[in-house]
Every structure is written in C-alpha cells, then in structure tokens.
C-alpha cells in the first residue's frame, strides 16, 4: 500500500519582533568581531602546532640499542619496516658478523607505531612531528644510516610554536608558546 | 599646444562624458575593487579567519584582487555550441551598460551647467534604468541554454516582483516628501540634519533591503548561489565576461548606494557646491562618493554575518514586510508632506 502523502507545515517562530531582534543580534555579533577579531587561522610556515610527546611522528633507529630481533618488521601491518642484512663489528670481541637491521619505507609506512611499541629494548622512537617533506619517492625508502638520523623538522626552524586550547567563550583558541629562555 | 590641452580638458569635462565615464564607470570600478577586498577581509574577520594574505601580506592582500583580475583577463572565453550566440554575448553586455546609465539622471552638483541632462523628472528617470538591467540576466540565462542558468534565471525573474517595487516606492517616498521628482530639490530640501534617513526611516530600511535584494547582496544572494544552482544565469560564462557579469552587480549595487546617498543622506550636503570646477563639481561628487563607499561598505558586511534566504523565504519577507514597510514609508512621507516639515 502506498504510502499516504501529508502535506506538513513547519510551524513558524517567534513573530516579526523576535526575528527582528535576532538580526540586530546577529549584526551586533559581527561588529563586535569586526573591530575584535580573534582569528585563528594557522600561518603555517611562520607558525606551527607544537604536538604532545608521545605523538606518533617519524621513526628513529637508536642503533646501539637494537638487539636485531626483527619484531618491527615482523608486526608493521604496512610491510614498510624490513630488514637487511649488513656486515656488524662487535666491540668486544673484534669478530664481524652478518646481522638484520631494520629500515623504513616511508612510502608505506601509516605511522601506526606498533614497531615502537613492540620493540622490546626501546630502540625505536618517534619525533613528535610529521611535516617532513622529501623531494623523490626514492629518498622516502632511508637505509641505515638515515634511519638513525631525526628528519630535518623545516617548520621548527621557519615558524614559531602554537598551540590550540579550547576556551568556554571563544571555543578554539590559538596561543602561542613561550620558548625557553623567553619572558613570560 | 595649450588650445589643444584645453580643447581634451573641454571634452573630458563635459558633464555627460564625465559623468558617465569618470563617475559612472571608472571611479565606481576603482571602489568595486576595493569592495571585493573589504568583503573578503570582513567576512574572514568576522569568521576568524585571515583571508586574503600571501599575495601582498605587507598591504593584508590588496594585491590579490589584481591578481585575480589578471587571471580574469587572460582566461579562455569558452563559447559553447549550444548557446544562442548573440543574445549570449550582448546580454552581459547590455545588463553592464544599463547598470551605470542611470548615473547620468543623478545631480553631483546642484550648478545647472554641470548638468548632463535636464534635471526636473531625474529621480523616476535613473529608477526606471535601474530596473531595466535584470531583464537582461533573465535573458542571458535563457540563451546560455543550460539548466542551471535558467534556473537562475528564473529565481532572477521571482526576485524582481520581489524587490522592483519595494525599491521604486521607497525611493519615490523622498519625491513624496518634497512634492518634487527632481533630485537637485530633493537635496536641496535635505539642508541641515533633514535628511530624509532621519525624517523617514522607514523608507531607508526598505530601500536598503530592496538594494540588497536587487544586486543579490548577502541574505538574498538567491540567483547566483553556488550550492545550489553553480552560477545561476551566468553558468556558462568563462573569462572576462564572466568578470563582468559579476561585476556588473557590484556596479549597480555602487549605483543604488549613490541613489540613496542622494535621496535619503543628503547628497552633498554639508558642502555648498561654490564657483568653478572643482568646488563645484568635483568636491561635491566626492562626497557623494564617500557616503556611497560607506553604504557599499555596510552592504558588504552583512555577508559576514548572514546565510542565504531560501527563495520563497525572500519573496515571504519582501511581500509581508518589505513591501507594507514601504507603503508606510510612503504614507510616512505624506503625512510629513502635509504637516510641512519640509
């Protein structure tokens, strides 16, 4: 049976004087923020959002730490961590040997940190930034010795930090944040 | 040499030229430009936003505006096979044209030698252009031969039974007032702090609404919204005409501030328009100017503050409201007529 078409009428609100009373409020809102205007639009090379530790960033081989267990890249859900094989000199003893290190392919990886976290002598880290920028795909798969290495952060070195607080009036807020050394 | 330079001056400053050229054209060009940059500064501030920024950030982005121009000026003018060529073509054409034409049936100066024409039935006669420029939108979305653009067309078509008449008997209410359809005397009788925003506010509101209304200004920004209709009657438009079609709104709408900063804010008034060129024509258009850039500049703002009406909200409140407003700013007028307050 098909369905019984209603003819429904939205009831209106309020009359002539409550709306007129709305626009003088909507106008008297817009002056206010014309001559006040509390942006919070992020200018991003001369600005950047300072993130939290802990934040997932970029991925860092602290090399001396690592045991060469391959749980990285037995766990990376991507297949960006693998491993290879690289002649290793041990310290004490002077005998060199073939160990499995890990590298990261950017080009894959989703930064989801389980290597991180699944690395059992802490030998991973992330920065706490992601705006990294590289010129090829090619440069994106590091080897080795860029995998020790903390990417180069452009915006730390162009822009000043800021961060975003939620205030009860204003919702977002953007503050900047005092680098040491400078006077609250 | 001098007989020649003077000869170009002669021509230049014959009133009908410069009016319609200097006044009507280049100037109202130069404050459109201006007010696309307020606009858009505005209503990134009032949004919390920054808005234009990175072309001239020294200038906060006035740059940006020529920018566009140029990217204007050297895009493709796409004809499509389907339109009606012609219609296509003149109809931009023709709306741009009769915006600025009622500039000549406006007085800058009250010194009858500075008049382009007769003066004595000028307010009915720049009303009666003003309202012949929408007849060519409607006709430029039929011949573009797209859904879209008779759409808007149509929502165009809707909005002048909205707007055509709240606008005239508001601006006819000031002819109401002063028993006169010269402009020259409708400024004159505004002398002191008599002008008519005071004496008849409630005309003022109606044409300003009506002028909003008109030149698709924000809360009624019906014809051409994008979310709805992409470009309304000027879908098909590419390049410069493009350009034009949407500054052909702005220079009507910088013509209708003129229109109310003669009839309801008191033209040149608090100047005495004195002797010669200058003092007598130029400064007293400059005023007028002023108070017209002022208007564009209010108008603007409401872009930052308001959504869109839908269309049969816009034509609710322009025949409940607007339209009994005017009517009462008429009677307004009358009644002020016969006390002679004027």
């Not at chain 1, 204003?170 to 400078?182: A, N």
């Not at chain 2, 920054?50 to 920018?67: M, R």
């Not at chain 2, 121009?69 to 096979?81: A, C, H, N, T």
């Not at chain 2, 979310?227 to 438009?237: P, Q």
Request: glycine share 8%; proline share 6%.
């Amino acid at each position: 049976m098909p369905a019984k078409p209603v003819s429904k009428q939205v009831p209106s609100r309020g009359g002539i004087f409550s709306k007129f009373k709305g626009n003088i409020e909507a106008i008297a809102i817009g002056v206010k923020f014309f001559f006040n205007p509390q942006r919070f639009t992020l200018i991003y090379p001369k600005e950047y959002i300072k993130l939290k530790e802990g934040y997932r960033g970029f991925i860092v081989l602290r090399k001396d730490k690592c045991i060469n267990c391959g749980s990285c890249a037995r766990i990376c859900p991507a297949a960006a961590m693998r491993l290879i094989r690289l002649p290793f000199t041990d310290p004490k003893t002077g005998k060199t040997r073939m160990k499995l290190w890990p590298v990261i392919n950017y080009n894959r990886c989703i930064f989801c940190g389980y290597c991180v976290d699944v690395c059992p002598t802490e030998a991973l880290y992330h920065v706490p930034y992601h705006d990294v920028v590289y010129e090829t795909m090619d440069v994106m798969d590091l080897d080795l010795e860029e995998f020790q290495k903390e990417p180069e952060w452009d915006a730390e070195k162009l822009g000043l930090p800021v961060k975003y607080v939620v205030d009860e009036k204003m919702g977002l807020v953007k503050v900047r944040i005092k680098e040491e050394g400078e006077k609250q | 040499m001098s007989g020649i330079l003077d000869a170009i001056i002669k021509i230049i400053t014959w009133p009908p030229l410069w009016q319609l050229v200097v006044l009507g054209l280049l100037i109202p060009l130069g404050v459109v430009v201006f007010i696309l940059w307020f606009e858009r500064k505005t209503a990134a501030r009032v949004q919390r936003r920054i808005g234009p920024y990175h072309v001239s950030p020294k200038i906060a982005g006035g740059l940006q505006l020529i920018a566009d121009l140029m990217r204007y000026m050297f895009q493709e003018v796409i004809i499509p096979k389907t339109v009606d060529k012609f219609p296509f073509i003149v109809a931009p054409l023709a709306a741009l044209i009769l915006s600025i034409v009622p500039v000549v049936a406006i007085p800058f100066t009250s010194i009858e030698a500075y008049f382009p024409i007769d003066m004595s039935y000028s307010l009915i006669i720049s009303l009666a252009l003003l309202t012949l420029s929408p007849l060519f939108i409607i006709l430029s979305g039929w011949a573009s031969n797209n859904k879209f653009s008779v759409i808007g067309g149509m929502r165009e078509a809707y909005l002048i039974t909205a707007y055509e008449l709240v606008a005239v008997l508001a601006f006819l209410s000031a002819g109401a007032i002063t028993g006169s359809f010269n402009l020259v005397d409708i400024v004159e009788a505004q002398s002191g702090v008599k002008w008519f925003i005071i004496l008849n506010p409630l005309a003022f509101a109606a044409a300003f609404i009506g002028v909003l209304l008109s030149t698709s200004g924000f809360p009624f920004e019906i014809a051409e919204s994008e979310h709805e209709v992409v470009a309304g009657a000027f879908t098909e438009y590419s390049g410069l005409v493009y350009g034009m079609n949407m500054g052909a709104a702005y220079l009507k709408r910088m013509i209708f501030s003129i229109m109310i900063a003669v009839v309801f804010l008191g033209g040149w008034q608090p100047y005495t328009p004195g002797e010669g060129f200058i003092a007598g024509y130029l400064v007293p258009s400059i005023v007028i100017l002023i108070k017209a850039t002022v208007l564009m500049m209010i108008f603007s703002f409401f872009r930052a503050v308001y959504g869109r009406y839908r269309l049969d909200q816009a034509l609710d409140i322009a025949w409940k409201i607007l339209f009994p407003l005017a009517v009462l700013g008429f009677g307004l007028g009358l009644l002020e007529a016969y006390l002679g307050i004027i």
